[in-house]
């Protein structure tokens, strides 16, 4: 008995370790005295964190809180159905008849996911019905059995109004919605008929959360791959600065002017830290940074200078950053 529980006291502790940072980390640029901003999504990248850089205000929303979004395509009289890419969801496209008949989630292979900038899902216009099967959270990390995880979803635009049902597998406990089209992004938690409340007030320069990543190199069961990094606001953009070029102390506003910019919503992305298979652990890429743009003269430059607390725990996003 005392052996087993020495096993199970040892096991924890490897597992608490692999979450930490080595006694010594890396060393951090020298400070150019700007603003600084922490965004938590815990170890387990269970939060998503919305960034406004004017105020230093941070906005955060469990990941499990929603399943979808639906968002009006800007100037294309069309709406779009993201998924909760945070939650590793899935989806596939489906006919009326195919969504009807629909019982086994294995019977369907037109699996897609969203990607920054791709969603899943075809666009909708006004007098069309979009038919679909839902994989909630393809890891099953948060919905294990198939009740939890599928969910067939029908959604409908009349007039001005989108109609939303969802339902079991066979084609039980339906759950029914009726959203105003709307400008702005309407969330939706599939286990309740109230919308919850998910993005800010405010409109956020960039968000931390996961989202998935292709890697068209790797076979398919690896391509699609979750990471937590940055991806840009509807109205941000971003360049990328090499520090090798000029150094993060020296740029100002006078060298904007030479930049390039792009609205790629994971410019900035996940790989401005880099995973150390010696140490199980994140290090820092300190040889670029970033020049956000927020409006019309409204710049930023940050950079990313640290992956873990105080405690060591990963998943404490550290950014610093000025208004230039």
Known sequence: M????????????????ACR???KPWKLPN????????????????????????????HKAVRTAWDLVLKPNSGQGTYQVWLN??????????????????????QTSSWKCDLADTAALPPLSPGQVLYFLLDRDRGAVFYRSPTERYRKVQVRWEGNILFI???QLDGSSPVEWQVPVSPDPTYLSLDQNILPSIAPPWRADFL??????PFYDQPEQFRWYPVLGA???EEAEVAIVRSADIPYENFGYAQVSGLSFTRKRDAIGYDWKRYDFNTG?????????????????????LRFIDFYDAQGRKGNVRIEYEPL
Do not use: N
């Open 21 to 23: 940072r080595p006694e």
């Open 281 to 301: 652990t994140y290090t820092i890429d300190f040889s670029r940074f970033f020049v956000l743009r927020t409006g019309p003269t409204t710049y930023y430059k």
């Open 2 to 17: 005392k052996k087993l529980l020495c096993l199970s006291l040892s096991g924890l502790f490897l597992f608490w370790t």
């Open 85 to 106: 890419a945070a939650l590793y969801a899935f989806a596939a496209p489906l006919t009326e008849t195919e969504w009807q008949a629909l019982t086994d989630p294995t």
């Open 208 to 213: 931390i959360t996961r989202y998935i990543h």
């Open 231 to 233: 991806l840009l606001g």
């Open 31 to 58: 400070s150019s005295g700007g603003r600084l901003i922490e965004a938590h999504t815990g170890p387990e990248y269970d939060s998503v964190a919305f960034i406004r850089l004017e105020s230093g205000e941070i």
């Open 165 to 167: 049902r969802a339902t």
